[in-house]
């Protein structure tokens, strides 16, 4: 009888206590048993290496690795090195999962021949209504690796920069890049490239808590500017030699709404970081809208005033113009 694949979990913990036990409550209970937990206190000066180490005493596939604090990208990596597991997944100590979400996701795995699935989430504990929720479905649809990038970049068939709601064979992993923001995005490009076969369901499995606290959410304009700057760099590297070349001006106007979303965020808290920002935008309008075009121009020059809705308007309109330039474009093709 053929043994089940061995599925690592690696969950990366800082000060989580109020969390942790319910994270891991939802890891340990899950219905597909055939687990390696690897959690990995990062340095807690709380209660929740205490935590972590009282569940290892009850259940034997838990390993507790405490280390210095060096950030989740270094956490990652430390648990990716000593992971056994022929599929590895990704939690956060804050968050909780379904129980079958692991069942879930190698089952999609071995019924289309992937190397990664991804499932949908749901956000927790939001701080106000969701609005335009789309109902979930049983639908799948499987990916090549250039679609599947595709989808990346234009936020499409929920393959997400997060890395939690998705399960990878051990050959598509990379090392997750050390101290800085984003690094899930760079993780991602890297990880679908690498696949053959990508398998994406509509199905909600991961449940996303949201922490108005956290560094990816609140202010840190300045840092996440310059550690989105290194990731996106490392993306353009890695789109650069494709032969499929869209793929890349795709990216140029994904990171250029990045940057807008920087600067909304900036200008409406601290201002902390608006002159790094405004260069970030400045480099990536002439990729997206050429170096001497009237829009570019436009743009540059409303970055000099302290006003987020001009940009917006400017942004969108050529975005709305450039779409129905390619829409009817695609008509006249199928027309032929």
């Known amino acids: ?12 913990v800082f000060n989580l206590e109020k969390y942790i036990g319910e994270c891991l409550r939802s890891v340990i209970s899950q219905t597909y048993k055939n687990l390696e937990i690897i959690v990995v206190d990062d340095g807690s000066t709380d209660a929740s290496g205490v935590i972590c180490d009282q569940f290892a005493k009850n ?43 692991y069942e879930y996701l190698l089952s999609l795995i071995q019924e289309n021949a992937a190397d990664i699935s991804v499932c949908r989430f749901r956000k927790i504990d939001l701080p106000y209504k969701p609005y335009n929720v789309e109902s979930e479905s049983n639908e799948i649809e499987v990916l090549d690796s250039i679609s599947a990038v595709r989808a990346f970049i234009e936020y499409k068939k929920h393959i997400t920069g997060y890395i939690w709601n998705g399960l990878y064979s051990r050959q598509v992993l990379v ?44 202010g840190h304009y300045e840092k996440k500017v310059h550690d989105f700057s290194i990731i996106a760099t490392n993306i353009q590297n890695c789109l650069s030699i494709l032969e499929d ?13 990045f940057g807008v979303s920087f600067l909304s965020g900036s200008l409406h808290s601290d201002m902390s970081g608006i002159s790094d920002i405004r260069f970030f935008i400045k480099k990536y309008v002439p990729l997206v809208y050429g170096q001497k075009s009237v829009r ?41």
Not at 69 to 95: K, P, T
Not at 247 to 256: D, E, G, P, T, V
Not at 304 to 316: A, D, E, F, S, T
């Open 1 to 12: 009888m053929k043994k089940s694949p061995l599925i690592s979990i690696i969950i990366p």
């Open 59 to 101: 259940d034997v596939r838990i390993k507790v690795i405490h280390k210095k604090n060096e950030g989740s990208s270094v956490a990652r990596n430390v648990g990716m090195e000593i992971a056994l597991g022929d599929y590895i997944g990704f939690v956060d100590g804050d968050d909780y999962i379904d129980l079958d979400m």
């Open 175 to 218: 090392p997750f890049t050390v101290g800085v923001l984003f690094q899930d995005q760079e993780f991602k490009v890297k990880s679908l490239l690498k696949a053959s076969r990508i398998v994406t369901s509509n199905t909600i499995k991961y449940n996303y808590r949201y922490r108005a606290a956290s560094v990816t959410n609140y």
């Open 245 to 257: 070349k869209s793929l890349l001006n795709l990216y140029y106007r994904r990171a250029l709404k």
């Open 296 to 336: 570019s121009f436009i743009i540059c020059n409303l970055l000099r005033i302290n006003l987020i809705w001009p940009y917006k308007l400017v942004i969108g309109l050529s975005d709305f113009i450039l779409d129905k330039k390619k829409r009817l474009a695609n008509a006249f093709l199928n027309v032929r």
